[in-house]
């Protein structure tokens, strides 16, 4: 298979056009004609990935958030995201990205992360896009029975990868929950949609203390804060299973490195 073979597979499943005027996605380096054979999957564009995808004899990383969001007139090796480039071309290894356009896809980064927290059935998202309901924003569904908040806590830390940052949740823990919204990655934007979803948790990451506040203080739903990669993460299994059910003859593996960037609690 070729780099541009595998490329086909992931913008049919995440359309670059779908992604946030801002953002950068897409083929970062490589060549579209080179053979891929194995494929890396991780968070972050960082030089322990890349030094995991060297030893594995991986041809190309797929990563979620983009290694040059703002843009560059240089990639010399004098700064620290210009020498990683030049690490992945001289070891022939790809870097692809798929961001806010895997966030808004069905399914996406929030489909996983949902599902990862224990919510069953229909998944709908939260924002959705107004010519596709079924894609967009975050995702709305249901726990199998009602629980408390506490113990919806509890569930999502146990199916969330472990950080330093855990969990931190606003709220009574004795609240009954059912309706659960969540949103991979900075979902802070997001507390006015959620209150009018008429959901009773909403799970999220980087939650900022005036926003949080002022949501809790005005009626909730409840929140509960994870750690921005972690609820990031489960979509790599997803993007992985994308690619090793459309026919495409590789060999994928999913990055366990933690790269969140708190690593410690005290």
């Known amino acids: 298979m070729t780099l541009a073979d595998v490329i086909n597979v992931f913008e049919a499943a995440y359309p670059p056009q779908r992604a946030e005027s801002w953002d950068a996605v897409g083929l970062v380096c490589g060549d579209p004609a080179q053979p891929v054979r194995r494929v890396l999957f991780a968070v972050d564009p960082v030089p322990v990935v890349a030094e995991e995808a060297f030893d594995w004899g991986a041809d190309l990383i797929v990563v979620h958030h983009p290694l ?36 808004v896809a069905n399914p996406g980064v929030s489909d996983a992360l949902a599902r990862a927290v224990g919510l069953v059935g229909d998944l709908v998202p939260l924002q959705p896009f107004p010519d596709d309901p079924w894609r967009g924003l975050g ?66 990451a980087d939650l900022r203390h005036h926003p949080a506040s002022e949501f809790v203080e005005a009626g909730g739903p409840a929140l509960v804060d994870a750690a921005h990669w972690a609820t990031e993460w489960p979509w790599l299994d997803s993007a992985a299973s994308i690619l090793s059910s459309s026919g495409v003859n590789v060999e994928t593996r999913v990055s366990a490195t933690v790269t969140d960037a708190w690593t410690r609690g005290y």
Do not use: C
């Not at 843009?71 to 806010?100: C, E, F, M, P």
């Not at 146990?158 to 709220?171: D, E, M, N």
């Not at 919204?181 to 934007?189: H, I, N, R």
């Open 139 to 204: 995702r709305v569904g249901d726990l199998p029975r009602t629980m408390t908040l506490g113990e919806f806590a509890e569930q999502a830390l146990a199916g969330l990868p472990t950080t330093s940052w855990g969990l931190r949740v606003a709220g009574e823990p004795s609240t009954p929950v059912k309706r659960v919204a969540v949103s991979g990655g900075s979902g802070d934007s997001l507390l006015g949609t959620a209150r009018a979803a008429g959901v009773d948790v909403f799970l999220t």
């Open 68 to 103: 040059y969001l703002r843009g560059t007139t240089s990639v010399a090796a004098t700064t620290y995201k210009g020498r990683l480039i030049h690490q992945l071309i001289r070891n022939d290894v790809a870097l692809y990205t798929a961001h806010t356009n895997a966030d």
